[in-house]
């Protein structure tokens, strides 16, 4: 099938889906289903339809070029408006191509974000809590909802553990270029010499799924209650509230004691280890086809460095394309974020489309 072929059959289908929903015969499931695939295709067919429009421009350019009978003042326009056509054409023609590349299945999906410290010590602890911080600030500046689901703070206001919840349009599509390993440079404040320390933290996004997408057997549980401790390790409610799940199969274990309630907490358990038994069959999978492997992935090591921070020369450095930006502040407030993200995003459609080459 060729390029313009292509194009065709989206904006039929576009249409064929347009027609059936106004139909009054539709059931509400078929309704949502169809609603679902034409929210998808529509911003296609837009760049499809804008593509098109100017391709025609740039033909009747061509006629008037072609027509003996223009005057000279006009064919000079118009060569001027063709070379500027022809660069939008190239421009809207790669914006289709992107707009047409296979999409993650998880893209559209909520993400569970979640923070450890690495090597450091209390002052892994304190980078991990600032960098919970700068994701919540990201996420508020794309209209985004944070919820923490599972906070656990060392004495200092470091965290030892934080999982949360990000709602929104498109959130694991952005958020997935975070994972792996995260490292600062900068004097902590512990330290009384003045010396730079290095030390790190690391980062997990997982696409947040439904309880159909993951089938969980309950006699495949194991579910302890214990009570839920503080920071310095005391009891901070008399009762069994705080939840252990074990899967049995995988060995992963989950703890939730932020709530009182212990159904409360064992709903969020539930939502924090679907995450990681769908992620751990998504890396399965990734590891079948190494070839197709995507650069948010990398080697599939979460403790791969990603990114350094580095405070005294007020640098962030993303080592996987090799791009470092002199916005430290920006970008631990969550705006500055923005720029990395995008820029991981460019490179990765960029390294797709190579690929169709």
């Known amino acids: 099938m060729s390029f313009d072929d292509k194009l065709a059959q989206v904006l039929s289908r576009v249409e064929e889906l347009s027609a059936r929903m106004a139909s009054e015969e539709l059931s509400a499931d078929e309704f949502v289903k169809l609603s679902r695939e034409y929210s998808e295709l529509d911003p296609i067919a837009t760049v499809i339809r804008n593509l098109q429009e100017l391709r025609d421009e740039f033909a009747d350019l061509g006629e008037i070029l072609n027509d003996p009978d223009s005057e000279a003042e006009m064919r000079q326009l118009a060569e001027l408006e063709k070379i500027d056509l022809a660069e939008k054409i190239e421009i809207a023609e790669r914006e289709v191509l992107i707009a047409l590349l296979?999409?993650?299945?998880?893209?559209?999906?909520?993400?569970?974000?979640?923070?450890?410290?690495?090597?450091?010590?209390?002052?892994?602890?304190?980078?991990?809590a600032d960098l919970f911080r700068m994701y919540q600030r990201y996420a508020e500046t794309q209209g985004w909802k944070f919820e923490p689901l599972s906070v656990s703070e060392t004495e200092l206001g470091g965290l030892k553990e934080a999982v949360a919840e990000i709602g929104g349009r498109g959130v694991f599509a952005k958020m997935k270029f975070e994972s792996g390993g995260h490292r600062v440079q900068r004097v902590p404040v512990t330290e009384q010499g003045g010396r730079i320390h290095t030390s790190a933290a690391t980062v997990a996004v997982l696409p947040e799924v439904e309880e159909v997408d993951v089938s969980i057997?309950?006699?495949?549980?194991?579910?302890?209650?214990?009570r839920s401790q503080g920071a310095g390790g005391q009891h901070v409610n008399t009762t069994d509230s705080a939840v252990r799940i074990t899967h049995l199969p995988t060995g992963i274990v989950v703890n939730q004691q932020d709530e009182k309630s212990q159904h409360?907490?064992?709903?969020?358990?539930?939502?924090?280890?679907?995450?990681?038994?769908?992620?751990?069959?998504?890396?399965?999978?990734?590891?079948?086809?190494?070839?197709?492997?995507?650069?948010?992935?990398?080697?599939?090591?979460r403790s791969e460095r990603v990114r350094t921070y580095n405070f005294p020369q007020g640098r962030v450095t993303d080592h996987r394309i090799n791009l470092t930006l002199y916005k430290i502040d920006q970008v631990f407030s969550g705006a500055g974020l923005s720029e990395l993200i995008d820029a991981l995003v460019a490179e990765d459609q960029a390294t797709r489309l190579a690929s169709l080459e």
Do not use: H, W
Request: aromatic share 4%; hydrophobic share 35%; glycine share 6%.
């Open 102 to 128: 296979p999409k993650d299945v998880d893209d559209e999906r909520n993400a569970i974000l979640e923070v450890r410290p690495g090597t450091g010590g209390d002052e892994a602890a304190l980078f991990a």
């Open 217 to 226: 057997d309950e006699k495949d549980l194991r579910i302890d209650t214990f």
């Open 264 to 301: 409360k907490n064992r709903a969020k358990a539930m939502t924090i280890l679907r995450a990681r038994i769908y992620e751990a069959e998504r890396e399965r999978r990734d590891a079948e086809r190494a070839q197709e492997r995507r650069i948010q992935v990398g080697s599939g090591d």
